[in-house]
């Protein structure tokens, strides 16, 4: 079945700059990559997601990026703001619909004032 | 608010009660899961159902019992759990075919187990 490694665990960066959380999978049959939000006493939300025939995605702050050769993904925040601190979950599917996620293990980040 | 509302948000109970997890969901979808979120490990899918029905059980221990009355309804019947089955208990719903795969979650509910 599909592994998905999730890196750092932890991150903690100064407001304004940026943020970088990184994924690897490891069944070649994965398209689908997901990453979810989720904010204390709050369940998970997603944020953005994209396709294995889309190399990057962007949504105003923040962007996807995936190597299909490598099996990474990595999401990236830029200008942080406070109300992004959050724990971010990345996940790996085949095929459409909902069914099937893999999910990491999850990344708290931290936005320093 | 996403639209997937979990009951109670908060439960302790002994080893040896019985107690019922309630989700409902009024986005129209035809799947409903459960997931189970310990620290430190990833989300874990428990059930799985289709239009009511169960398409999948994760090798869940039998003290877990679901039920799904209707596509908007959910419930996660629990009975004699151990310590380790605290955890937060997240639902979601959404659709198992078509162009999006999100899944929208309810905001949980927290067990302890005595």
């Known amino acids: 079945g599909e592994n998905v490694e999730q890196h750092p665990s932890t991150l903690s960066v100064q407001e304004g700059d940026s943020a970088v959380i990184k994924c690897t999978y490891s069944d070649s049959a994965s398209n689908y990559f997901p990453w979810y939000k989720q904010e204390l006493g709050k369940g998970p939300q997603l944020i953005i997601d994209?396709?294995?025939?889309?190399g990057e995605k962007k949504d105003q702050r923040i962007a996807v990026t995936l190597n299909k050769t490598a099996k990474h993904f990595s999401l990236h925040i830029t200008e942080t703001q406070p109300e992004d601190s959050a724990v971010y979950f990345c996940a790996a599917s085949e095929g459409g619909g909902a069914d099937g996620l893999t999910f990491g293990k999850g990344t708290h980040l931290i936005i320093q004032p | 608010e996403t639209g997937v509302t979990q009951t109670p948000r908060h439960l302790v109970m002994g080893m040896t009660n019985k107690k019922s997890l309630k989700c409902e969901q009024h986005l129209g979808h035809n799947a409903m899961y459960w997931y189970k979120q310990s620290a430190k490990k990833p989300l874990e899918l428990m059930f799985v159902?289709?239009?009511?029905?169960?398409?999948e059980n994760n090798s869940v221990p039998s003290r877990f019992s679901p039920e799904c009355p209707n596509s908007s309804h959910l419930f996660l019947h629990l009975h004699t759990l151990q310590p380790e089955d605290s955890a937060l208990y997240l639902c979601?719903?959404?659709?198992?075919?078509?162009?999006?795969?999100?899944?929208?979650f309810g905001e949980g509910s927290r067990l302890t187990v005595l």
């Open positions: 994209i396709r294995s025939n889309v």
């Open positions: 979601a719903s959404g659709t198992r075919t078509g162009v999006t795969g999100e899944l929208f």
């Open positions: 159902y289709n239009f009511k029905e169960q398409t």
